[in-house]
């Protein structure tokens, strides 16, 4: 099994910063990917990004591309993600995922972290 706790949330105000991180541990070796996802209140689950954890290739949502930022240390296991200029529109609990080497699918979840930006 893969432990993911996420850190870094918190309240900030349109136009402003964040930075989140995402620690992994146990069976790290059987990822093979890491991820962001976003809920805001009354809404479904969506993607942020997302980063292999070989290779280090990134994959993003439209809505945050050229603010959000994702990044990795594989020898901390440990990936993080840079929000600037956010927007109200940002609010919500964004949850850390890993992705299983023997499904692609990201069947390992951390417990979430706030993040509310205010105008």
């Known amino acids: 099994q893969v432990q993911l706790v996420e850190s870094g949330g918190g309240l900030v105000q349109t136009g402003g910063s964040l930075k989140l991180s995402c620690a992994a541990s146990?069976?790290?070796?059987?990822?093979?990917?890491m991820g962001w996802f976003r809920q805001a209140p009354g809404k479904e689950r969506q993607f942020v990004a997302a980063?292999?954890?070989?290779?280090?290739?990134?994959s993003y949502a439209d809505f945050v591309k050229g603010r959000f930022t994702i990044s990795r240390d594989n020898a901390a296991n440990t990936v993080f993600l840079q929000m600037n200029s956010l927007k109200t529109e940002d609010t919500g609990v964004y949850y850390c995922?890993?992705?299983?080497?023997?499904?692609?699918?990201?069947?390992?979840w951390g417990q979430g972290t706030q993040v509310t930006v205010s105008s």
């Open positions: 995922a890993a992705t299983k080497a023997s499904t692609g699918n990201y069947d390992y």
């Open positions: 980063i292999m954890l070989r290779g280090g290739s990134t």
């Open positions: 146990g069976r790290t070796l059987s990822m093979t990917a």
